[in-house]
């Protein structure tokens, strides 16, 4: 596993890193959220060793970073913010150079480098010269070279930055097929991607961790989890309405566009309140033309944890513009 222990960093006067614990387990992918400047990317170099902590340590295997660099480094695969690869070199070219200082030769070598190839869909651009690749190709280069050596723990710095919604799809598909053999720490600030790839999700702000939980626990803080919107075509009367706030599990109701959409909020997170609203619904003989559960919104609850309540701006309902 990767624990990381009372981890500091401090540039000058900076605290990029202030007094952060966690691990990560083989078959986790922990997500690394925060805004910029919040200490993902330092956290990061000091687990790859590529910069030292200020205190606190970091084990990756049961070795310690500091005292068993070389060990440790063996066993770690790291994607860094800006994708750095060789631009004169080809795409076979930079990927045989990965594996041999990875320590392969001969026909292992070959094999590595081609399965790796096949496994990023390089193989149309592998005679290419990196430099002449698109944006999303480098990206891809980028992974294959962290992934080369099979590393138990795979520490990949915004691995979907900048590409297209396809790219993203096929590396986040690739981050999830590895996932059960190893421990994968990925930093991003797309909450999207954190709940769809992440199975655990850390959120860092000025150096600090603020939250660390299941996506799905991370959603539940959302004021909008379980509530339950119903779009109507003509307006809904009042003592539907009426009859809705009454109900012991109903905490309350956001009604926009002349009672034409409604939102039905539960009185806790633990409350499913779908069937109540429908048959409420159904006893006045009201039929929406369409209902949807709210799964809770990760931006309202990234905004609401890493924002000052002073500078909160009131959250917008989108809904009614868009129907
Ligand atoms: N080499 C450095 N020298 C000085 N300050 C740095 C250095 N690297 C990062 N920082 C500062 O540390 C803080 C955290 O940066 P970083 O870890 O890159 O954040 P993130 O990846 O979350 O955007 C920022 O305030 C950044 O300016
Ligand atoms: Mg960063």
Redesign the pocket.
């Known amino acids: 596993m990767i624990k990381v222990t009372n981890l500091t960093?401090k540039?000058?006067q900076?605290k990029?890193?202030n007094n952060i614990s966690f691990s990560v387990n083989i078959g986790e992918i922990l997500g690394f959220l925060?805004?910029?400047?919040?200490?993902?990317?330092?956290?990061?170099?000091i687990i790859t060793g590529f910069?030292p902590q200020t205190s606190g340590n970091v084990c990756v295997g049961g070795y310690d970073v500091s005292k068993h660099s070389l060990k440790t480094r063996e066993n770690i695969g790291y994607l860094a913010?800006n994708a750095p690869v060789y631009p004169d070199m080809t795409v076979t070219g930079f990927l045989k150079f990965c594996a041999e200082i990875r320590g392969f030769s001969g026909a292992a070598l070959k094999k590595k480098v081609s399965e790796t190839i096949e496994k990023c869909f390089l193989t149309k651009v592998q005679l290419q010269t990196v430099e002449t690749l698109s944006k999303g190709y480098k990206q891809r280069v980028s992974f294959a070279q962290s992934i080369i050596h099979d590393p138990k723990y795979l520490i990949l710095?915004e691995p979907t930055d900048g590409l297209d919604p396809n790219q993203k799809y096929e590396i986040r598909t690739m981050i999830r097929q590895m996932s059960k053999t190893k421990a994968i720490i990925l930093?991003s600030h797309i909450l999207e991607e954190v709940d769809i790839v992440c199975s655990r999700a850390i959120i860092?702000t000025q150096?600090s961790i603020i939250a660390d939980e299941t996506p799905k626990q991370l959603r539940k803080r959302s004021k909008f989890y379980g509530a339950v919107s119903a779009i109507f075509n003509t307006p809904v009367k009042n003592d539907i309405i009426s009859d809705l706030k009454k109900h012991k599990i109903i905490k309350n109701i956001d009604i926009k566009n002349d009672n034409r959409n409604l939102t039905v909020f539960p009185k806790t997170s633990e409350t499913a309140i779908l069937d109540t609203v429908l048959t409420i619904l159904n006893n006045h003989k009201t039929k929406p033309v369409s209902v949807f559960v709210d799964k809770g919104r990760l931006d309202e609850v990234f905004r609401t944890l890493t924002v000052p309540p002073d500078n909160l701006l009131q959250n917008v309902n989108l809904s009614s513009f868009l129907h």
């Open positions: 960093k540039f000058g900076i990029a890193v925060g805004p910029n400047g919040a200490g993902k990317s330092t956290t990061m170099r910069i913010g710095d930093s860092i150096g």
